[in-house]
């Protein structure tokens, strides 16, 4: 387990929820990615996202799904790539990245709370 945090650092973290709009291939990043085209709706917009997600998503596949993503980091070189949001997720027991998401529809830009 990490550190105590405050409430308050918590809070810092923006974190929203977004449909992904387009995905494909990263085939310029060191371990497998995809490329992902986020929309979180009208106060954020789209924004770009690099994940190493292939060992259980497709491009094809992530279209249209709704991910979780922190919307506040500063953007992150990634290849040529320039990534601007963070998509979440959880290592499986094989180490391989399985996105956080709802279970039901809300509306893009939806902030965790």
Known sequence: ???TISFAD?????IRIGTIVSAEPFPEARKPAIKMKIDFGPEIGEKKSSAQITVHYTPDELVGRQVMAVVNFPPRQIGPFMSEVLTLGFMDADNAVVLASVDHKVAN???LM
């Open 1 to 3: 387990m990490s550190e």
């Open 10 to 14: 918590f809070e810092k973290v923006d």
């Open 109 to 111: 830009g939806a902030k």
